[in-house]
C-alpha cells in the first residue's frame, strides 16, 4: 500500500515568510510524528499526535512551530516568520497505535530559508 | 532524556567484507529502530528491535536490553549498502514519545 507522503519535496522561502508543510500518514495510522533534520546530523523529535491530540509537543524549538492534525489524519505543521535557522529536512513519519511501534517515515520536505 | 551512542561514526570498507555497527542507550526502551538513510534522505527501516535477534537477508540485528545496547551485521557488503545507518530509540517510561536518533555511522563500500 501507499506509504507516508509528504508535499511540498522541497521549499524556498524569504526569510520571516511562513510556511505550510503536509503530511499524509499510512490509511489507518493512529500515531503521526514530526522530526526536524538539520544537515548531517541525526533527525530530532518535534511533536507526536494520537488520533487528533497533539500529546507532545515537547520538541518544538519555539512558539513560530504550530502544528495541527484536525482530523486525525493529514497533518500540517506551520512555520511562521521564517528564520535562516529553520532550514532543515521536516520529516514526518506515522506507526499503527503508538510510538512502541515501528515508525514509518516519509521522503521529507527540504526547506531552506534565505 | 535518554542517551544514544553509535560507533564507529565513519567505515570504509571494500566490496564484500563484512561490518558490525554498534548503538549504546542510556536507558530502558520499548522501542528500538534501525534505519538506513540512502543519498536522497529516505529513511529505510531495517529493524524493529526492542529485544532479541532477527535477521532478514544479508542485515541481522540483535539488542541485548538488559545491557542496553544493539547491534547491527551487515556481510557481504555492496556499494549499495553505502549511506548513513541510523539507531533510534523510545524511552520506556517517561520522556518525549518520539524517536531519539543517535547521530549515525555513515558507511561508505568500495568497488
Known amino acids: 500500500g501507499a506509504g507516508v507522503s509528504q508535499s511540498p519535496r522541497y521549499k524556498v522561502a524569504k526569510r520571516g515568510q511562513d510556511v505550510a508543510l503536509r503530511c499524509d500518514p499510512i490509511?489507518?495510522?493512529?500515531?503521526l510524528f514530526w522530526y526536524q533534520q538539520a544537515l548531517g546530523q541525526g533527525p530530532e523529535f518535534l511533536t507526536y499526535?494520537?488520533?487528533?491530540?497533539?500529546?507532545?509537543k515537547s520538541g518544538l524549538p519555539s512558539d513560530r512551530f504550530f502544528a495541527e492534525r484536525p482530523e486525525g489524519s493529514v497533518s500540517t505543521l506551520k512555520i511562521q516568520r521564517t528564520q535562516q535557522e529553520d532550514s532543515a529536512v521536516y520529516l514526518c513519519?506515522?506507526?499503527?497505535?503508538?510510538?512502541?511501534?515501528?515508525?514509518?517515515f516519509g521522503p521529507g520536505t527540504r526547506l531552506l530559508v534565505l | 532524556g535518554i542517551q544514544v551512542e553509535q560507533s564507529p561514526p565513519d567505515l570504509i570498507l571494500q566490496e564484500g567484507a563484512n561490518s558490525t555497527l554498534r548503538c549504546n542507550f542510556s536507558d530502558s526502551v520499548n522501542n528500538l529502530q534501525w534505519f538506513h538513510q540512502n543519498p536522497w534522505g529516505q529513511l529505510i527501516n531495517l529493524f524493529y528491535i526492542p529485544s532479541g535477534t532477527k535477521q532478514n537477508g544479508r542485515l541481522s540485528a540483535t539488542t541485548v536490553a538488559t545491557e542496553r545496547y544493539s547491534l547491527l551485521y551487515i556481510s557481504s557488503s555492496q556499494t549499495t549498502d553505502s549511506g548513513v545507518y541510523f539507531c533510534?530509540?523510545?524511552?520506556?517510561?517517561?520522556?518525549?514519545?518520539?524517536?531519539?536518533f543517535g547521530k549515525g555511522t555513515h558507511l561508505i563500500i568500495q568497488p
Open positions: 499526535f494520537q488520533n487528533e491530540a497533539q500529546l507532545d
Open positions: 533510534a530509540v523510545v524511552e520506556r517510561g517517561g520522556g518525549a514519545d518520539g524517536l531519539t
Open positions: 490509511s489507518g495510522h493512529v500515531s
Open positions: 513519519a506515522s506507526s499503527p497505535t503508538s510510538s512502541r511501534e515501528t515508525q514509518y
